[in-house]
């Protein structure tokens, strides 16, 4: 049985941050070989003139709707344009059997309310290392209310590595969980058989302080 699923991330590709949350877009992508998925994401720009701008495009064979909104210095008003523009996206989008949310911050507020208002269950896969408990004294007490005002009311926490939902349970988030790792395009990334007598090092991300890419280079240099 083929299951519609809206995807929602606090994270997601956008004109404002062309490559921010691509793995959201990419996991999409991969249920949307089995069942009928739609994306919808809102983002403040600050530079537009209208309150809300809709971006409808299929993306590699998916229906994605991002919603651009007018951003200020207020981020109460950023708040609630935010929703709102996720209220007027849903609108133009079918209704989901599931929605399929990302990453829990404020934003994903709105599956709470797609759940309340239309009876729609969600699941939230969790990917920021924020939440670990090396980084946890980080963390405001607001933005850990809502991480779980939001997971108390989904169906199923998804963490990305088993470490993460360690740290997820240490939090006291009492849901049902199960590891799903972000996914990997086979087409173009496929496992060699043969064994190469040479240890490669790789490391692949975008190189951002909190990616701490000298230390990681510091280290393979002092193992290898």
Do not use: C
């Not at 990997?184 to 043969?194: A, G, H, P």
């Amino acid at each position: 049985m083929r299951y519609k699923i809206l995807f929602i991330s606090s994270w997601f590709p956008s004109k404002i941050e062309p490559t921010n949350g691509n793995f959201v877009q990419r996991h999409a992508e991969a249920v949307g070989k089995i069942h009928e998925v739609e994306i919808l994401h809102a983002i403040g720009d600050s530079k537009q003139k209208e309150i809300f701008h809709f971006d409808d495009q299929k993306i590699n064979g998916i229906r994605t709707l991002i919603v651009y909104y007018k951003n200020t210095k207020n981020p109460l008003l950023n708040f609630t344009r935010r929703i709102q523009a996720y209220k007027k996206g849903f609108a133009k989008l079918q209704k989901p059997d599931l929605v399929h949310a990302n990453v829990l911050q404020n934003s994903m507020l709105f599956a709470v309310y797609l759940n309340r208002k239309f009876k729609i269950p969600f699941v939230v896969t969790e990917h920021w290392s924020g939440f670990l408990d090396i980084n946890r004294h980080k963390l405001s007490k607001s933005q850990l209310f809502i991480a779980k005002k939001i997971a108390n009311n989904a169906s199923y926490i998804l963490p990305v590595s088993q470490y993460l939902e360690n740290d997820l349970k240490k939090l006291g988030l009492k849901n049902s969980m199960q590891v799903i790792e972000n996914v990997v395009d086979t087409n173009l990334f496929s496992l060699k058989n043969e064994q190469s007598e040479k240890f490669v090092f790789l490391h692949i991300s975008n190189l951002i302080k909190l990616k701490n890419p000298q230390k990681i280079i510091s280290a393979a240099i002092k193992l290898f």
